[in-house]
């Protein structure tokens, strides 16, 4: 059974980067089949898909934080990273690392398993 | 950009069913996908390509989508379904779209 759990600094200080690990356990992470990713949660709110990377390394962003945001894989150790620089306040939220299941064509279909999440606040 | 919308709440007396639902430009013609949030747990996936359960799932959940709609619907709900619940879809242009979620009471 696959498990996702994540990892990293729980507070980060604003014009900083976050950084963030998954570690995937239970099943190998260079699998044609799935999409490692990121999904936040801001406290109290929704959750916003923020990008994934395939196991060729391909990655794919939310526009919105594009030129922040860096997904990157590390098959040996079974693990892929976020990093999302030049953090604020909006930056705050829980992030869940997840399994994205991909069809035959490169659509995303649904999500799962998901890590328990961790919580980053932005604050100085 | 495409958006999926939800009610922010709906409430349901025990035993009842529960819909809820997920509106979006011909929504029917791509999947939803359906997933439970309990507070302070992470989200879990009830139902995928539209009408299909996990194994893990209870019957009692079930999918629908046609049209601009996509139904989430809890036959015999009971206290421990009272959850946040979150459509989402994939759409080529826009990628992973979330609804802002429905909180489900049980009443």
């Known amino acids: 059974q696959v498990q996702l759990q994540e990892s990293g600094p729980g507070l980060v200080k604003p014009s900083q980067t976050l950084s963030l690990t998954c570690t995937v356990s239970?099943?190998?992470?260079?699998?044609?089949?799935?999409?490692w990713t990121w999904i936040r949660q801001p406290p109290g709110k929704g959750l916003e898909w923020i990008g994934h990377?395939?196991?060729?390394?391909?990655?794919t962003y939310i526009p919105s934080l594009e030129s922040r945001l860096t997904i990157s894989l590390d098959t040996s150790r079974n693990q892929f990273s976020l990093n999302l620089s030049s953090v604020t306040a909006a930056d705050t939220a829980v992030y869940y690392c997840?399994?994205?299941?991909?069809?035959?064509?490169?659509?995303?279909?649904?999500?799962?398993?998901w890590g328990q999440g961790t919580l980053v606040t932005v604050s100085s | 950009s495409y958006e999926v919308t939800q009610a922010p709440s709906v409430s349901v007396s025990p035993g009842q069913t529960a819909s809820i639902t997920c509106s979006g430009d011909?929504?029917?013609?791509?999947?939803a996908y359906w997933y439970q949030q309990k507070p302070g747990q992470s989200p879990i996936l009830v139902i995928y390509?539209?009408?299909k359960r996990p194994s893990r799932i209870p019957e009692r959940f079930s999918g629908s989508n046609s049209g601009n709609t996509a139904t989430l619907t809890i036959s015999g709900t009971q206290a421990m379904d009272e959850a946040d619940y979150y459509c989402?879809?994939?759409?080529?242009?826009?990628?992973?779209?979330f609804g802002g979620g429905t909180k489900l009471t049980v009443l």
């Open positions: 390509q539209d009408n």
């Open positions: 239970g099943g190998a992470i260079n699998s044609d089949d799935y999409y």
């Open positions: 011909k929504l029917g013609d791509k999947y």
């Open positions: 989402q879809a994939w759409d080529s242009t826009t990628g992973v779209v």
């Open positions: 990377i395939y196991y060729s390394g391909t990655t």
């Open positions: 997840a399994r994205g299941w991909r069809s035959m064509m490169g659509a995303v279909k649904w999500f799962d398993p």
